[in-house]
Nanobody
Framework: QFQLTESGGGSVQAGGSLRLSCKAS????????MGWFRQNPGKEREFVAS???????RYTDSVKGRFTVSKDKAKSTLYLQMNSLTAEDTGIYYC?????????????WGQGTQVSVAS
């Protein structure tokens, strides 16, 4: 049984920082792409960042230069360091895992963690 468990959300002022964590269990960690998505009420879930099985990293344009995705293989954990946060970064952040290549065809999802940024 695959399981993804997020932590690290919270409330911050604009300009602040948060670090999200996603612990993976129940599958071969290195063979998967893992990533972060976010969603607000009434809006579609949107891609934020990914860390592919081969180490390739991708970001959506709006977070480039502010967010950093990383992976600790020993701890089977994916991280998202978020700096210079703005109100537009507010949302529920979901960890996801899918096959190598990050095509997000049938991803597994975590339960989500809330990030709130006050302007």
């Amino acid at each position: 049984q695959f399981q993804l468990t997020e932590s690290g959300g919270g409330s911050v002022q604009a300009g602040g920082s948060l670090r999200l964590s996603c612990k993976a269990s129940g599958y071969t960690y290195d063979a998967y792409c893992m990533g972060w998505f976010r969603q607000n009420p009434g809006k579609e879930r949107e891609f934020v960042a990914s860390f592919d099985a081969d180490g390739e990293i991708r970001y959506t344009d709006s977070v480039k230069g502010r967010f950093t995705v990383s992976k600790d293989k020993a701890k089977s954990t994916l991280y998202l360091q978020m700096n210079s946060l703005t109100a537009e970064d507010t949302g529920i952040y979901y960890c996801a895992a899918d096959g190598a290549g990050c095509h997000w065809v049938r991803p597994d999802w975590g339960q989500g963690t809330q990030v709130s940024v006050a302007s």
